[in-house]
Nanobody
Framework: QVQLEESGGGSVQAGGSLRLSCAASSPTYSTACMGWFRQAPGKEREGVARILTDSGRTWYNLSVKGRFTISKDNAKNTLYLQMDSLKPEDTAMYYC???????????????RGQGTQVTVSS
């Protein structure tokens, strides 16, 4: 069982930055992949970014590529999402997720946190 807890959400103006953190109850290298997905009101969940534990390879949704950076600190068992140049359309609840098998969408990863709200005003 892996427990995940997000933090770092908040309200920011367009163009601003936030860094989300996800503290894991087990070593971040114990799961094969970790990532972030989001859900805005009235919209479906969508994967935002993912990182593979063994290779460090990353994947980003095209809508955030070049603005968001996913990283992890194995020593602190923490996953991060640095979000720069935020846009109002980035407003959503952001969830951290992890899985032992990566052959699925981020939104379907086995373990997920409770989420942290990000609100971007214009």
């Amino acid at each position: 069982q892996v427990q995940l807890e997000e933090s770092g959400g908040g309200s920011v103006q367009a163009g601003g930055s936030l860094r989300l953190s996800c503290a894991a109850s087990s070593p971040t290298y114990s799961t094969a992949c970790m990532g972030w997905f989001r859900q805005a009101p009235g919209k479906e969940r969508e994967g935002v970014a993912r990182i593979l534990t063994d290779s460090g390879r990353t994947w980003y949704n095209l809508s955030v590529k070049g603005r968001f950076t996913i990283s992890k600190d194995n020593a602190k068992n923490t996953l991060y999402l640095q979000m720069d140049s935020l846009k109002p359309e980035d407003t959503a609840m952001y969830y951290c997720a992890a899985a032992f098998l990566c052959d699925r969408a981020i939104v379907d990863y086995t373990y997920r946190g409770q989420g942290t709200q990000v609100t971007v005003s214009s």
